[in-house]
């Protein structure tokens, strides 16, 4: 069974339109993260989840948003999708997010293209 | 989180032992030194970390400086599988803390040659 996974693999869109990408985490994890790719190959963090609660948000905009119906799943919700937008979008999970010699569960990614 | 720096790039022939350097030169008593490596259209899978001293396990070991300003990473083995972008990242760790995403600099493009 796959530890973290994330659908769909690959999502093709429209400028403006709304879209979610799903995470799931069958790891018992109490944190989980998003990351973008973007096309320069930088990673970087975006949100995380701590039992149902956001931890850290970095300077993304608004139009983005995390939402967690249970520990085991992060989506990621964007609106109005933007040409920047498009990037591999990772999901994430550690056991605790407290950082103590922890470490963290990437999932396969998701690619975005806006068009 | 301290910076590292790292080559951009590193030939390695197959079956030879493979050693990324890392350096780290700010880094603070209370961050440990963390490995993960991104293989080619694959999210990034964690390696190693060690805080002070060396560490081995089933798929590299770290070496880590007595005045712990660097590391380097042995992969003992190569194979044409370890081809990948190799990150070194330093992170706090604090007990009880929030959860904080990794820092992901440029790191290291591992190619591994047959």
């Known amino acids: 069974d796959t530890a973290v996974s994330q659908t769909p693999k690959y999502l093709v869109t429209q400028m403006g339109n709304d879209k979610s990408i799903k995470c799931e985490q069958n790891?018992?994890?109490?944190?989980m993260y998003w990351y973008k790719q973007d096309s320069k190959k930088f990673l970087k963090i975006m949100f995380s989840y701590n039992n149902k609660e956001l931890i850290i948000n970095e300077t993304v905009p608004n139009r983005f948003s995390p939402k967690s119906p249970d520990k085991a799943h992060l989506n990621l919700h964007i609106n109005s999708l933007e040409l920047g937008d498009s990037a591999v979008y990772f999901c994430a999970s550690s056991q605790s997010g407290s950082g103590v010699g922890e470490t963290q569960y990437f999932g396969p990614g998701t690619r975005l293209l806006v068009l | 989180d301290a910076k590292t720096t790292q080559p951009p790039s590193m030939d390695c022939a197959e079956g030879r032992a493979a050693n990324l350097p890392c350096n780290h030169s700010?880094?603070?008593?209370?961050?440990?030194v963390y490995w993960y490596r991104q293989i080619h259209s694959q999210g990034p899978q964690y390696i190693i970390h060690?805080?002070?001293n060396n560490e081995t396990n089933e798929m590299a070991s770290l070496i880590i400086t007595e005045d712990r300003k660097s590391s380097t990473l042995i992969l003992p083995h190569a194979t044409l599988r370890d081809t990948a972008v190799y990150y070194c990242?330093?992170?706090?760790?604090?007990?009880?803390?929030?959860?904080?995403?990794?820092?992901f600099g440029k790191g290291t493009h591992l190619i591994i040659q047959p």
């Open positions: 790891l018992g994890h109490d944190t």
């Open positions: 060690g805080l002070k």
């Open positions: 990242i330093v992170r706090v760790a604090v007990a009880g803390g929030g959860a904080d995403g990794l820092t």
């Open positions: 700010t880094i603070s008593g209370n961050e440990y």
